[in-house]
């Protein structure tokens, strides 16, 4: 059997179809299959590789600390240099309210970790989400994503959730001394790029401050440079009670974290004591890979390119079959008239050697949102492949 029939026949798939590209290397903002085809990166792993693939620090990172130890105790227990340096790195670089980092596995465990801190600190239970979000797709945090296509097959989910329409009003007063916590994508990731108005989220902000309940943003994807800003709730002047990271907070390895401040986050080590714990979470390789990978991001002012790199695509996606493109920073949704239009775009553009995909809440549209390392060169390229494969679907 060839890896193709063995992926199929062994790894556990998540589509009927999977694209089954089989990848021998990626660097840069390029990656390559087995036949030495390269494709222009415009997915970046969903905002995972927000440095490029196999940047040179990122290695040598890796690479130092493989040498020194791997896993030695479960997180939490014991002075491990890798999280307490990027811990600090985190902190130095965040509001002061928002200095206490709880390193996890992923970007799901992360919002797991953060509903039960909200239900430990306030002592309550009720949960509001918006309408489609996407959190991840754990128990907890499949129960607070905003579409009930994905939630359906797996009731019954947690209690006491409400979901609320995204960037509107008339649902503020829900907000109330029941309330544990507001949970927000800052900017609507899977929905395909929306952005809420900034008066509505200091709305939110305002009312949560007067209830006590916790205002906990998502910057899963929208974290680390991805807007424009090193944090996306930059853009609107607020600053949440918990701030969730996931995807290129590794580097390219897996890490999530849950970042509030100490008061909030000791309430997890009494009644019970080990509220929250977790074995691989801040793995000491994904700590030190995280850390070099936000060092490049501030050392090579990649944040400071995104508005530049963003208008570049905006001036040179224009086609009558594209409907509209929605973004924010370098991010963004390219909307056409239907699902099926907007996939054959897709496979077309995969055969042209550019590789990118659909969002699960709009899926009439495709995914840019490429390393932040792309050259204005690869952008050029990338959208002429695009602007080509338009006239001919």
Request: aromatic share 8%; charged share 20%; net charge negative.
């Given at each position: ?11 556990a ?121 996407y ?40 907000i109330?001394?029941t ?111 995280g ?35 929605r ?32 969002f699960l ?33």
């Open positions: 059997m060839n890896q193709r029939e063995l992926f199929l026949r062994h790894v798939q998540t589509s009927a179809a999977p694209l089954a590209l089989e990848i021998s290397r990626a660097r840069g903002c390029s990656i390559f299959d087995v036949n030495g085809k390269e494709y222009i990166d415009l997915i970046g792993g969903i905002s995972v590789a927000n440095t490029g693939h196999g940047h040179p620090a990122v290695i040598d990172a890796i690479k130092k600390q493989l040498d020194d130890y791997l896993h030695v105790m479960v997180y939490g227990e014991i002075v491990q240099s890798p999280q307490v340096r990027y811990a600090r790195l985190l902190a130095d670089h965040l509001p002061a309210g928002l200095h206490s980092v709880y390193f996890t596995n992923s970007g799901a465990e992360a919002v797991e970790g953060a509903m039960k801190l909200a239900k430990r600190y306030t002592g309550r239970t009720r949960i509001i989400a918006a309408k489609n979000s959190h991840g797709s754990t128990q907890g945090a499949l129960s607070i994503l905003g579409d009930e296509y994905w939630r359906n097959a797996f009731r019954p989910l947690l209690p006491g959730i409400v979901h609320i329409d995204y960037n509107k009003y008339d649902w503020l007063d829900q109330d001394t309330t544990a916590c507001v949970l927000l994508e800052t900017v609507q990731a899977e929905g395909g790029i929306l952005a809420p108005d900034k008066a509505w989220l200091q709305a939110v902000r305002q009312r949560c401050t007067e209830t006590g309940a916790l205002l906990i943003l998502d910057e899963i994807q929208a974290g680390f440079g991805r807007t424009g800003k090193l944090w996306g709730f930059e853009h609107f002047d607020v600053v949440p009670d918990v701030l969730l990271l996931g995807k290129a907070l590794g580097g390219g390895m897996p890490l999530g974290a849950f970042i509030s401040n100490r008061k909030i986050m000791m309430t997890l080590t009494e009644n019970p004591v080990l509220g929250h714990i977790t074995t691989f979470g801040g793995h000491p390789v994904s700590c030190a890979a850390h070099a990978a936000l060092k490049v991001l501030l050392d090579e002012d990649l944040t400071q390119q995104v508005a530049q790199k963003e208008q570049l695509f905006r001036s040179l996606l224009h086609h009558p079959k594209i409907k509209e493109i973004s924010f920073g370098l991010w963004m949704a390219v909307a056409f008239d239907s699902f099926e239009t907007n996939k054959k775009i897709i496979d077309r553009l995969l055969e042209a050697g550019v590789f990118t995909d659909w809440f709009a899926s009439t549209c495709f995914r840019i949102c490429p390393p932040l390392t792309i050259s204005e060169k690869e952008i050029e390229t990338a959208c002429s492949q695009i602007s080509k494969v338009l006239e001919t679907c």
